[in-house]
T-cell receptor, first 114, second 115 residues
Framework: DAGVIQSPRHEVTEMGQEVTLRCKPI?????LFWYRQTMMRGLELLIY????????DSGMPEDRFSAKMPNASFSTLKIQPSEPRDSAVYFC????????????FGQGTRLTVV | AQKVTQAQTEISVVEKEDVTLDCVYE???????LFWYKQPPSGELVFLIR??????QNEISGRYSWNFQKSTSSFNFTITASQVVDSAVYFC????????????FGKGTMLLVSP
């Protein structure tokens, strides 16, 4: 398997614009996670899905953030409108189970909002 | 609530030195899992090891070894004969089985190995 695939790798956008990050999990993994990494807060879980259903979105910072998983092989994280404080590295990860097995991470999307 | 503490923010060593990265965790569950991940300068997060709470045997994989001690709630990671390629940020993480919890990460330890 190719692993978790994220796109784009880098995104630079202007404040107020909509940003969409994409993720393809490892085939057969039932769980998909979106994390955000910043220097100040480290790695934070934003939301996770089980079998395409959002289970816990308590980490989503504001209504400007939304995530979808229309099928088992694709998920998006959208920020609308984007703000400079959203600048971070966003990781997608997938796993077979939650609480038991390891999660495998994509290479991340480095988002810069200017 | 689960918590992971990596007290060492940054460690600098010279190649071939041994180095130990500390990880202390807190959990109320009796069944839990501990993990180490590596984040090299290229940015991706690479899974290294998973350990469950019932297996306190030390693990060795090449130059890497892990020491799990429930008595001190620690899961330390040692790199023997460090190399420049070991330079990275290393994260310890915890999940709890019965709460079906997701990974809680420590703040990470940046390891710099100089030639």
């Amino acid at each position: 398997d190719a692993g978790v695939i994220q796109s784009p790798r880098h995104e630079v956008t202007e404040m107020g614009q909509e940003v969409t990050l994409r993720c393809k999990p490892i085939s057969g993994h039932d769980y998909l996670f979106w994390y955000r990494q910043t220097m100040m807060r480290g790695l934070e879980l934003l939301i996770y899905f089980n079998n395409n259903v959002p289970i816990d979105d308590s980490g989503m910072p504001e209504d400007r953030f939304s995530a979808k998983m229309p099928n088992a092989s694709f998920s998006t994280l959208k920020i609308q409108p984007s703000e400079p404080r959203d600048s971070a590295v966003y990781f997608c990860a997938s796993s077979l189970e939650v609480g038991i097995t390891e999660a495998f991470f994509g290479q991340g999307t480095r988002l810069t909002v200017v | 609530a689960q918590k992971v503490t990596q007290a060492q923010t940054e460690i600098s060593v010279v190649e071939k030195e041994d180095v130990t990265l500390d990880c202390v965790y807190e959990t109320r569950d009796t069944t839990y899992y501990l993990f180490w991940y590596k984040q090299p300068p290229s940015g991706e997060l690479v899974f290294l090891i998973r350990r469950n709470s019932f297996d306190e045997q030390n693990e060795i994989s090449g130059r890497y070894s892990w020491n799990f001690q429930k008595s001190t709630s620690s899961f330390n990671f040692t790199i023997t004969a460090s190399q420049v390629v070991d330079s990275a940020v290393y994260f310890c993480a915890l999940s709890e089985k019965f709460r079906y919890s997701t990974l809680t990460f420590g703040k990470g330890t940046m390891l710099l190995v100089s030639p």
